[in-house]
Antibody
Framework: QVQLQQWGAGLLKPSETLSLTCAVY????????WSWIRESPGKGLEWIGD???????SYNPSLTRRVTISLDISMNQMSLRLSSVTAADTAIYYC???????????????????????WGQGSLVTVSS | EIVLTQSPGTLSLSPGEGATLSCGAS???????LAWYQQKPGQAPRLLIY???SRATGIPDRFSAGGSGTDFTLTISSLEPEDFAMYYC?????????FGQGTRVEI
């Protein structure tokens, strides 16, 4: 059974870069989309972006200028970086496995329709001066 | 982007009662592109149902989903104590994938 465990810095100052890592246990990155989602009191649940095994990415347009999602296949880990954070980026950040998706479909369509499960345990990130 | 609006905000019920939660979309969503999640305090959301009515692994059959177009429902046939939680819908018909704001089911 696939399990996701995540970690990263929990307190940032405005303008710093958020960095989180998610390790996947009991499975590999093959054949699935891998995603980051965040949850805040103001915006609720918000999809940040996703990545395929080959490293193709798709991001929420509201965040695309500041976000980078990457994979380390050898470590079975996925990472999220969000630059120039502000208080509005204060949230619980989750990694999650997305839907099954072929690389060729993702390449052709630019993304795969995806729901999310299972999820990591969440990482609270607070941005405060 | 597609905005999902869930109603009611809070549903106050007793164990054994049935629950119907609604999710309305700002534009038509394919029935096969809607998912439902359950979230308990301090926990990550858990996938309940995806596609038209496919239950995720380990989800009991008292949970079912329906609807089409812009109106969708999650039905819990008979509430168990562990079902009192927040519930979210999510559309994956059109990127960016979006979530509703949630319905709280409370005792």
């Amino acid at each position: 059974q696939v399990q996701l465990q995540q970690w990263g810095a929990g307190l940032l100052k405005p303008s710093e870069t958020l960095s989180l890592t998610c390790a996947v246990y009991g499975g590999s990155f093959s054949n699935y989309i891998w995603s980051w989602i965040r949850e805040s009191p103001g915006k609720g649940l918000e999809w940040i972006g996703d990545i395929t095994q080959s490293g193709m990415t798709s991001y929420n347009p509201s965040l695309t200028r500041r976000v980078t999602i990457s994979l380390d296949i050898s470590m079975n880990q996925m990472s999220l970086r969000l630059s120039s954070v502000t208080a509005a980026d204060t949230a619980i950040y989750y990694c999650a496995r997305g839907s099954r998706c072929s690389e060729s479909y993702y390449r052709r369509m630019g993304s795969c329709k995806t729901y999310f499960g299972p999820w990591g345990q969440g990482s609270l990130v607070t941005v405060s001066s | 982007e597609i905005v999902l609006t869930q109603s009611p905000g809070t549903l106050s019920l007793s164990p054994g009662e049935g629950a119907t939660l609604s999710c309305g979309a700002s534009q038509s969503v394919s029935r096969s592109s809607l998912a439902w999640y359950q979230q308990k305090p301090g926990q990550a959301p858990r996938l309940l149902i995806y596609g038209a009515s496919s239950r995720a692994t380990g989800i009991p059959d008292r949970f079912s989903a329906g609807g089409s177009g812009t109106d969708f429902t999650l039905t819990i046939s008979s509430l168990e104590p562990e079902d009192f939680a927040m519930y979210y819908c999510q559309q994956f018909d059109s990127s960016p994938w979006t979530f509703g704001q949630g319905t709280r089911v409370e005792i």
